[in-house]
Nanobody
């Protein structure tokens, strides 16, 4: 019902910047929170940043002051601007969307995940 398409990952030198995008499409009544997670090899997936429908944000301590999450509600798109990238930021980045969808005759909230995009910052 809901598809997420991510873009913007790649290889960047330490100190560089990348901007990730995640566009949601499909049959939705509304999108609530949107967020970015990441998973490095051998580690659990962790929250990087999240933003509510009202624009409130929260960040992992490790990215505060370097990453900025934003959203364009008209485009159902969430962005992650990543500055001052470090080797420890290397991971697959996933977007997650909390959407209200129609299931039968009921409206239900579900989490949807993107396919992931690789961010590599060499040491």
């Amino acid at each position: 019902q809901v598809q997420l398409v991510e873009s913007g990952g790649g290889l960047v030198q330490p100190g560089g910047s990348l901007r990730l995008s995640c566009a949601a499409s499909g049959s939705m009544f509304s999108i609530n929170a949107m967020g970015w997670y990441r998973q490095a090899p051998g580690k659990q997936r962790e929250l990087v940043a999240a933003i509510t429908s009202g624009g409130s944000t929260n960040y992992a301590d490790s990215v505060k002051g370097r990453f900025t999450i934003s959203r364009d509600n008209a485009k159902n798109t969430v962005y992650l601007q990543m500055n001052s990238l470090k080797p420890e930021d290397t991971a697959v980045y996933y977007c997650k969307v909390d959407a209200l969808v129609l299931v039968g005759n009921s409206r239900r909230r579900y989490d949807y995940w993107g396919q992931g995009t690789q961010v590599t910052v060499p040491s």
